[in-house]
């Protein structure tokens, strides 16, 4: 049963069926051709995989998303970042990754922030004379932070499929995600100095505090997020609502650029994001109750324990089969069909699920623009008109300078884990 499972899995992913689609056929299939158990199972099984209390924060997370990119925020986010950080050497890409790591813990999406922020940030980088190469790799790259800085989608499904807590891999994706920024900013850093490229007027005190002010609105959203979890105010899924809330009454009633019309079409791309979301979730669910009957996790657990005695071998290799994994799927398809098959293996070599949980999302966010097939690739393309192979240079060095940062935050899993265990 599991060959054929796994097998008509891969084929109908590889023929372009719908992911959902490919995950519930072939369990579908599996379930009724090699088991006597009720297809009925099944959709109690679907069922049963959303129905759960962690999944309640997901849709509202997706409005409050929806709500900060429709309200204007990436203007703001990025005049407050120019003020910040524009007068240091690189200061426009510096002000590029900055404002991407902001948006993108707002907005959850490593594509949208390529789109928000490289859009506006892409000629203004040529125009201050950076090399389209560089200028294309750093707005593919960035976004891709999004999947780790919370509130990110990717790792509330990590948390829903392994039932692990998502105050702590919120906590832990904060800090692992300013890790992974900082690498980023070094390289920026060392590519101006190099290049001699031009810096910007320093920001006055006057326009740093009026930048922030016009901002200081959308940058509240993190802080009440992870500052509300943080202090035991809310767990994760009343920070979601409440997030929503601020969101919606900030772009309606302070930056006054949501209308009843804009709320109603956010709400329903907010409803259909969740609903995407969801019936993936579903299906995987049955996916890995067939494995776990079929006792692969187990399997799989034990070949791992035998063949990987020392930890760091077992993370290696789970490093090399996740970012070749995340060059042909997005990160949540990859979580829901990989996380359960993995997750009993690191628990049997005593690796901390919170760990476990930020080094695979974040070998997924680098596999969102590793050539050839990484989704940020095709989006900043369509931005600045280039082909796969003009954009290869540029990605190159940027998926280089993520890769270090992959080993340290791996091999270094206090960064992870120092926030959620003086909490939790």
């Avoid at 199972?41 to 209390?53: A, C, E, H, N, T």
């Avoid at 409050?64 to 524009?86: E, H, P």
């Avoid at 009957?293 to 020392?310: D, K, R």
Wanted: proline content about 4%; overall charge positive; hydrophobic content about 55%.
């Amino acid at each position: 049963m599991i060959y054929f499972l796994i097998s008509l899995l891969f084929v109908l992913l590889m023929t372009s069926v719908p992911i959902f689609a490919a995950v519930s056929l072939s369990s579908f299939l599996a379930m009724l051709l090699f088991t006597e158990t009720n297809p009925m199972i099944m959709v109690q099984r679907l069922f049963g995989g959303i129905d759960k209390f962690t999944l309640m924060s997901m849709p509202f997370f997706i409005l409050a998303a929806n709500a900060m990119d429709v309200g204007g925020l990436s203007t703001r986010i990025l005049r407050w970042a120019r003020a910040l950080v524009g007068h240091i050497s690189g200061g426009v890409a510096m002000t590029t990754h900055v404002a991407s790591m902001f948006f993108g813990s707002l907005s959850g999406s490593a594509p949208a922030t390529v789109i928000a922020i490289g859009k506006i940030m892409y000629p203004e980088m040529l125009r201050q004379g950076y090399s389209k190469h560089f200028a294309s790799g750093l707005i593919t790259s960035t976004g891709s932070v999004s999947l780790i800085i919370p509130p990110s989608l990717t790792l509330i499904i990590f948390a829903t499929v392994t039932n692990t807590s998502v105050g702590a891999l919120f906590l832990a994706g904060l800090s692992a995600g300013i890790v992974f920024g900082i690498f980023g900013l070094g390289y920026i850093w060392v590519y101006a100095k190099r290049n001699k490229m031009p810096r910007q007027t320093r920001a006055t005190a006057k326009e740093l505090w009026e930048s922030t002010r016009k901002a200081g609105w959308a940058l509240m959203v993190p802080i009440i997020i992870l500052g509300g979890i943080y202090f035991g105010i809310f767990t994760a899924t009343e920070a979601a609502g409440v997030s929503a809330i601020y969101a919606i009454f900030v772009g309606m009633f302070i930056y006054k650029e949501i209308s009843l019309k804009k709320l109603y079409d956010l709400c329903l791309s907010s409803a259909i994001t969740s609903a995407q979301v969801m019936i993936l979730i579903a299906a995987a669910s049955v996916f890995g109750w067939l494995l776990t009957v079929g006792q692969v996790p187990q399997a799989l657990a034990q070949y791992l324990a035998e063949h990987f005695s020392v930890t760091w071998q077992f993370l290696l290799f789970l490093n090399v089969i996740l970012l070749i994994v995340g060059m042909f799927m997005d990160g949540s398809s990859a979580i829901v069909i990989l996380a359960p098959l993995l997750f009993p293996a690191a628990m049997s070599l005593g690796v901390d699920p919170v760990h476990l949980g930020i080094i695979m999302i974040t070998n997924l966010a680098i596999g969102m623009y590793t050539p050839p097939f990484g989704l940020n690739i095709f989006v900043s393309n369509s931005i600045t008109g280039m082909k796969l192979v003009e954009s290869l240079p540029g990605i190159t060095r940027f998926l280089a300078v993520s890769l270090l940062a992959l080993i340290v935050i791996t091999y270094f899993p206090a960064i992870s884990t120092f926030l959620p265990k003086s909490i939790y």
